[in-house]
């Protein structure tokens, strides 16, 4: 029998940013970072839109929740489906 040891979310991903055309300065950013456990990731949203508010709203999911999120509403990408034997090479 295999073992299969799970290691855990890790990192970042930035998924928007918004600058000021004008300025460069970061209005707002969007990014999914791993919890410090490895069994979640949160999304971070960073609203500076406003000169001088900040607001950070910060949302935690489990690894397993977002799989599940993401298999019920994502698309499945074409061609990506393919399945090999263990003797296939």
């Excluded at 991903?13 to 410090?36: F, I, K, N, V, Y």
Aim: glycine share 8%; proline share 0%.
């Amino acid at each position: 029998m295999v073992h299969l040891a799970d290691k855990g979310a890790s990192g970042e991903l930035s998924l928007l940013t918004q600058h000021e055309t004008d300025t460069g300065r970061l209005c707002r950013s969007l990014r999914l970072e791993a919890s410090d456990d490895g069994k979640s990731v949160v999304l971070v949203d960073l609203d500076e839109r406003k000169v001088g508010i900040q607001r950070e709203h910060r949302f935690e999911v489990t690894i397993g929740d977002l799989i599940a999120l993401i298999r019920a509403h994502g698309a499945e990408l074409a061609g990506e489906n393919h399945v090999r034997t263990a003797n296939a090479s």
